[in-house]
């Protein structure tokens, strides 16, 4: 059986918020000025796209690791598509992966992306069934 995660979203002022896990991790989060905010911190939207990249960078970096491909750098670019009516859902994500190295296979990177996206991300998985998830990806031969 699994166990579940508790996470804490303490009120910090106007439209701030704080959100903490059990070991005490903290991400502020805020609005923009249009809505009361400050616009001093990722906003909770912005965060979704970040945790479904911080998922994928985490399962494709761990499985090429384990390939020994030669990565140098890394990212991912994402780009949100929202409805324009509320509650402005994302109706498609699109991730483009970038790797920079030294000799990386091409059809491990696609390996380890379809992986991330069809098995190990949960951020992912819990998304797909609202928003289409796009993978590209693009490798950088460096020395």
Not at 2 to 26: C, Y
Request: net charge negative; aromatic share 8%.
């Amino acid at each position: 059986m699994s166990t579940g995660i508790n996470i804490k979203v303490r009120w910090g002022g106007r439209m701030s918020f704080i959100a903490t896990d059990e070991d005490n991790h903290a991400v502020l989060m805020d609005t923009r000025e249009k809505v009361g905010g400050d616009n001093a911190a990722f906003r909770p939207v912005d965060l979704m796209l970040a945790s479904l990249g911080g998922c994928s960078a985490v399962d494709v970096i761990n499985i090429l690791k384990k390939q020994k491909q030669d990565i140098r750098e890394f990212w991912i670019e994402i780009n949100g598509v929202q409805t324009d009516e509320h509650p402005k859902y994302f109706t498609e994500i699109n991730l483009e992966f970038v790797l920079r190295g030294k000799g990386i296979k091409e059809e491990f990177v696609e390996r380890a992306i379809e992986l991330s996206h069809n098995k190990y991300c949960s951020v992912g998985q819990t998304i797909e069934g609202k928003a289409k998830i796009n993978n590209t990806y693009r490798i950088e031969e460096i020395e």
